[in-house]
């Protein structure tokens, strides 16, 4: 069974607009931590956002926002105030807290902003 | 504070040659990760090292593939023999004693010809 699902392989949104990038996630461990990254056209990986599993608010930076629904096990990252720049690849991903660390990622949401 | 360094950024290699890709961690992490990345995929762990250990190494093939993060100088993962299906982009992640953030460095792109 996928850990990670992203369900959208493709998002469009306007300028300005804000836009939910969806993530379900997996798992049995009572702790785990929830991450976003973002990959831009020139390959890099761009650590966004985290939200650990005990925590009580959803994460925010900036324009960025984490929706955390425990119960409904998803992670939707928000991106309030869109801009061309945010057009890239988007990946969810998961660190269970008895894996030893490493990440579990989502095959990724393709988000473009159209002017 | 430098960031994951990782080099060389795009390595060439032909069919049966070895590829050595290069991982500093950020300065204090002395957790390493490293990942690949296929084309339209998203990243897969390969292996998981601390200072002169391999901690998980779950994610590797099970030959031609090494990993080793020394005392002292960067993490290296050694592929012996490449073949085309060892081209991808391979990706190290640094991060510090917990399940906090992980940092990465900017990818090696290896292309088998």
């Known amino acids: 069974a996928q850990k990670i699902t992203q369900t959208q392989p493709g ?20 702790s785990y931590g929830l991450f976003w990254y973002k990959q831009p056209s020139s390959g890099e990986m761009i650590f966004l ?16 926002s984490l929706n955390f629904q425990k119960a409904r096990k998803s992670a939707n990252l928000v991106i309030s105030a869109s801009q061309l720049g945010d057009s890239a690849m988007y ?3 998961m660190r269970e807290g008895g894996s030893q660390g490493n990440l579990i990622f989502g095959k990724g949401t393709k988000l473009s902003v159209k002017p | 504070n430098a960031g994951v360094m990782q080099n060389p950024r795009h390595l060439v ?9 290069r991982c500093s961690p950020m300065k204090g992490h002395s957790h390493v990760y490293w990942y690949r990345q296929l084309p339209e995929e998203g990243l897969k762990f390969m292996v998981y090292l601390q200072k002169e250990n391999i901690i998980d190494e779950s994610g590797m093939p099970k030959e031609r593939f090494s990993a080793e993060f020394p005392k002292e100088g960067p993490s290296i ?17 640094s991060s510090p004693v917990g ?12 292309t088998v010809v």
């Open chain 2, 13 to 21: 290699r032909r069919r049966g040659q070895e590829a050595r890709l």
């Open chain 1, 91 to 93: 990946f969810c991903a």
């Open chain 1, 11 to 30: 998002m469009f949104v306007q300028e300005k607009e804000a836009v939910t990038l969806d993530c379900t996630y997996d798992t049995s461990d009572p």
């Open chain 2, 77 to 93: 993962l050694r592929i012996q023999q490449v073949v085309r299906g060892d081209s991808a982009a391979y990706f190290c992640a």
């Open chain 1, 49 to 64: 956002i985290y939200q650990g599993s005990y925590d009580q608010q959803n994460a925010t930076e900036g324009r960025y």
């Open chain 2, 99 to 110: 399940p906090t953030e992980a940092f990465f460095g900017q990818g090696t792109r290896l």
